[in-house]
């Protein structure tokens, strides 16, 4: 606070101290009040966002510290009044992510490398896809789940946990895409000249010397990508639904930590509610600590 | 790893020529899948929509009616909870997500904005389901309780703009609706608007501050200015995704099929009415379809405005 101020004092006053510059002083006095203001303001700004997320964390960690029980990472959802846990709920959303991530990164990965190495020949074509795979990345994830519903579900018959997980590969992709995409331009020319210098194929340069200068952004790119998904919701509705049972097999119903939740926040029996708090709160861990870890170990590598 | 890196050179130039043209056919096919799904995409909805289309014709767009019952359906009310959440949205975000950015490149020490601006995007990893239990929990009793009966006892006793802000003070509604998306887009906009603050020329701010001007004349009169494309760009961007918001929308929106003009009353919007009716639809109905059809009308908006955003922030990004 007290550096903000001389900083302020400083571009402020410079003007009216040198004297013969200063015009009249009631317009220079509004200058520095609408210059005060807009600085409170902003500091308001910041300061009223931050609250809003200390107030998140907080109420997540105030409802939802008592389910952090052992019956709840092994039993599954049980009718109220059971004693029931969120184990299904648990399992099933790590299989429906790492699915995704198995599904969506490599086309992410493979349409990256095309994006950053292709640009010679075919940008038109790569110009085309970078809008979409842009427009991907913000699209309604509810319409997502409604497209997989109509070409999946509805053929098959049912809904599936592998309908779910295609479902998120949709979202998976375009973050990948974008990462990959960044980090391969970052990889110096000198690089490549020296792998086709010794006569690589242009695959092996891509594959062997650009991914691997690369592969520390790519990983972080996937992991954010993991991160985005593992909270989804909507895209799940539709597509695997979400099982009250012990269910691992991709091709039935499963569930998942964020529909299990949607489904219980809204119940009107206190343990359910309880647990719904749980397992946000476990999930917002697990994705801000994805964050931080990311955030962190990019900050180290620009150092 | 080395010697097999350059064992390709001792193969002839054909089957070399060959792996290059096998891998820029992979990467080809892949980042065309990638145009199909989103083509897929609009394609599968216009094709679920064709039902009720076909049945109601463009008046859909228009007709206030969701009907089960009378087999009536019309997108007028969805589509105007969407758009009324939205735009409260960009009018809270706007301001805040620019005092952020301000402060963080002109007002803050660079140590601090470093963590600071890391803690602004965390809000943005929150889910939006984590949002919609939080606006739940704590907006909607202190919307119920606090603002809503003061402002309908201050504003809405205005002669014009009054409506706005009579009714029951239920909690949910449009307004609350709006502030939750307001704080969900803020750290998107705020993290464009800094980008855009931070990759203009310092010799442009630096004359201007040695020419007297106060910080806030600098930002008013340089940085917006220069970036304000972009800004107008990054501003889209938190209205596309505000417009396709699910989650955090459906516990707080009040789930009632209504248009009117108090901010308090409860409403819908096309994601949260698909969310909510989509599984109580069977396929083939007409209420199935007049589901896909205002989920391609959400589409052809959120598209529509995401293309705007990514449009005006080519200008400044093609630069990076």
Known sequence: ?303 | MDRSATSPSALTGAVRGNGDAVFATIVRCSAVLILLGLGGMVAVMAWGARGAFGRFGLGFLFDKAWNPVTQHFGAAAPMFGTLVTSLLAIAMAVPLAFGIAVWLTEIASSRIAGVIGTLIQLLAAVPSIIFGMWGFAVLVPFMAHYVEPMAAHTLGRLPVVGTLFRGAPYGTGFLTGGMILAVMITPFISAVMRDVFLSMPAVLKESAYGLGMTRWEVVRRIILPWSRTSVVGGIMLGLGRALGETMAITFVIGNANHIGWSLFSPGNTIASLIALEFPESAVGSLKFSSLMAVGFLLMLISLGTLVCSRLLLRSKAAGR
Not at chain 1, 130 to 151: C, E, K, N, Q, T
Not at chain 1, 260 to 275: E, K, M, R, V
Request: hydrophobic share 50%; aromatic share 6%.
């Open chain 1, 1 to 303: 606070m007290a550096g903000h101020d001389s900083q302020a004092a400083t571009a402020v006053d410079t003007p009216c101290t040198s004297g013969r510059w200063q015009g009249n002083s009631l317009s220079d006095m509004r200058r520095r009040m609408v210059d005060r203001v807009a600085t409170g303001l902003c500091w308001a700004a910041t300061v009223l966002v931050l609250l809003m997320l200390f107030s998140i964390l907080f109420v997540l960690v105030r409802n939802g510290i008592s389910g952090l029980r052992w019956v709840t990472f092994v039993h599954v959802t049980l009718p109220p009044g059971q004693d029931g846990g969120l184990a299904n709920a648990i399992v099933g959303s790590l299989i429906q992510t790492g699915l995704a991530v198995l599904i969506g990164a490599p086309v992410g990965l493979l349409t990256g490398i095309y994006l950053a190495e292709f640009t010679a020949t075919d940008g038109r074509l790569i110009n085309a896809v970078r809008f979409v795979s842009d427009l991907l990345l913000s699209a309604p994830s509810i319409l997502v789940g409604l497209f997989i519903y109509m070409i999946v579900v509805v053929p098959t018959g049912h809904f599936s946990g592998l309908a779910g997980a295609l479902a998120l590969s949709i979202l998976v992709v375009p973050v990948v895409v974008r990462t990959t995409e960044d980090m391969l331009r970052l990889v110096p020319l000198s690089m490549r000249e020296a792998a086709f210098a010794l006569g690589a194929p242009r695959w092996r340069v891509i594959l062997s010397v650009c991914l691997r200068a690369a592969r520390d952004g790519v990983a972080t790119g996937i992991l954010l990508a993991l991160a985005r998904v593992s909270g989804e919701t909507a895209p799940l509705l539709f597509t695997s639904l979400g099982n009250m049972n012990w269910s691992v097999s991709p091709t039935a119903p499963m569930a998942s930590l964020p529909v299990t939740i949607y489904q219980y926040a809204g119940a009107a029996y206190a343990d359910w509610t309880a647990l719904a708090w749980t397992g946000a709160l476990l999930i917002t861990t697990g994705i801000l600590m994805i964050n931080i870890t990311v955030r962190l170990g990019l900050g180290r590598n620009r150092k």
